[in-house]
């Protein structure tokens, strides 16, 4: 199979149970499977939504001729999208494209005062249509256009927006000024939308193939669905982790790619992990304050750094490494120079290195004992990087149902929210107050 799946000598897993484990074992994947096909979540199938790339590939048409490209939006919203720009954008179209993921102002104040406005093509992105970071910059932003001389108007030259099909605020817009839209079907949260507009339009700018793109996940499927449920990478990487979760303790989760081009995708699967597993409450209990904790890394370059914790540091991290057999570019080490480190380099090449130093890692921690599962594609492409996406939000699901917690809802990210809106709202009460005792009386 194009998306290989393998696990350490020392940390088999288990491939035999008792009758009652085998009964538990398959109600679980039954549930799994009438999850992916209900209405309520629509990742899965989503790749194969056909009128979404359509409608992504007109907006794409219209504005192909906009010099920049920044995309706005926070969490699952941006984090897809500029892991698709980074692995695979084609270089002279990647370096005008930009993502505005936080509200810092001092970063903000950098990207807008760098490109030319009536140049840019603005896509906001909130499945709600409210997220409060979002609205924050379409605002300033409005703002930035209006001193550029673009009039309410001539928005619709300059925005376009992906949000909920039916309502929130950003719909509300899209309809009061004609603004072009593209739409985030209802059943598919931020950080599940790889499969969605939200990363189709900037990906379509970067000249990444999204049939491909979408192809690659359509070919893992089978695989992912197989009855045969010990041959089913998916199922097994599942058990693994739970097994290692129940029996030593195991509750963090590194994910490696040994790419630079896939550094983005290790914080996708972060946010993607921590949001679905972290619950405070499972299906049937409250207070239970379950999750696996998900730690960035990539190779080789936290080799020299986070490496050192991994292998000799608390018992209680399992690896997830993705390697990429052949790399398109490379170039051979060898060199002028006598001296022992250059004489070893120079029968090989940069990604001999890369191999070796990634073999190595994998033998050492074999050597201490510690746990990891290894993933493999061929090579990184549109087609490739469509399995992953898809398998890891599944093993995402899988794991909620193991775990017995919602992997769709968010409810302490919620709550940060309100408590900052009532914050907010003190102060704007406090400076009225105080503007009061000056002398001055808000209408």
């Given amino acids: 199979m194009t998306f290989g799946v393998d696990f350490p000598s020392t940390f088999k897993p288990r491939e035999s149970f008792d009758e009652g484990e085998s009964q538990n074992l398959k109600e679980t994947w039954g549930l799994f499977k009438e999850t992916i096909a209900s209405d309520e979540a629509g990742f899965f199938y989503a790749n194969s939504n056909k009128e979404l790339r359509g409608d992504s590939k007109r907006v794409f048409e219209k504005f192909r001729h906009k010099k920049y490209f920044v995309h706005v939006g926070i ?23 930009f993502f505005l993921d936080n509200i810092d102002p001092e970063e903000t104040y950098d990207l807008l005062s760098s490109i030319k406005l009536k140049e840019t093509l603005f896509y906001f992105v909130s499945k709600s249509g409210g997220t409060a970071e979002t609205l924050a910059i379409f605002s300033l932003v409005l703002n930035q256009l209006r001193q550029e001389g673009i009039d309410k108007e001539e928005w619709k030259d300059s925005i376009v927006c992906a949000t909920d099909p039916n309502s929130g605020a950003l719909r509300d817009l899209v309809n009061r000024y004609k603004l072009d839209s593209l739409s985030i079907p209802s059943n598919i949260g931020g950080r599940f939308s790889a499969f969605t507009p939200v990363s189709y339009l900037p990906a379509l700018f970067a000249g990444i193939d999204i049939d491909l793109y979408c192809l690659g996940a359509e070919k893992l499927k089978k695989s992912l669905l197989d009855e045969e449920l010990k041959d089913n990478s998916l199922l097994k990487c599942a058990l693994y982790l739970k097994s290692l979760k129940d029996s030593k303790r195991i509750n963090q989760t590194v994910f ?10 290790s914080s996708w699967f972060v946010q993607l992990w921590a949001e679905s597993l972290g619950k405070k409450n499972s299906f049937s209990k409250e207070n239970v304050y379950e999750g696996l904790t998900p730690i960035s890394a990539y190779g080789v370059t936290d080799q020299h750094s986070q490496l050192q914790l991994f292998m000799e540091g608390p018992r209680d991290k399992c690896i997830l490494f993705l390697q990429i057999k052949s790399f398109k570019h490379d170039f051979e ?15 090989h090449s940069l990604s001999d290195l890369m191999r070796a130093e990634f073999r190595g890692t994998l033998r050492a921690l074999e050597e ?28 995402t699901v899988f794991m909620g149902q193991f775990l017995e917690v919602n992997p769709f809802d ?3 990210v919620e709550l940060g929210k309100k408590f900052s809106f009532e914050l907010l709202a003190t102060k704007k009460e406090e400076e009225k107050k105080s503007h009061s005792k000056e002398g001055f009386t808000y209408v």
């Fill in 410 to 412: 968010q409810p302490g």
């Fill in 75 to 97: 969490g699952g919203s941006s984090l897809g999208s500029s892991t698709l720009v980074e692995a695979l954008g084609k270089k002279d179209k990647k370096k005008n494209i």
């Fill in 333 to 347: 080490l060898k060199s002028p120079f006598e001296e022992e480190p250059f004489t070893k380099l120079n029968p």
């Fill in 256 to 265: 490696m790619p040994y790419s630079s081009k896939l550094k983005l995708l």
């Fill in 368 to 395: 201490e004992g510690r746990p990891y599962i290894h993933f493999t594609i061929p090579s990184l492409n549109e087609e490739t990087l469509g399995m992953v996406i898809l398998f890891f939000q599944s093993l």
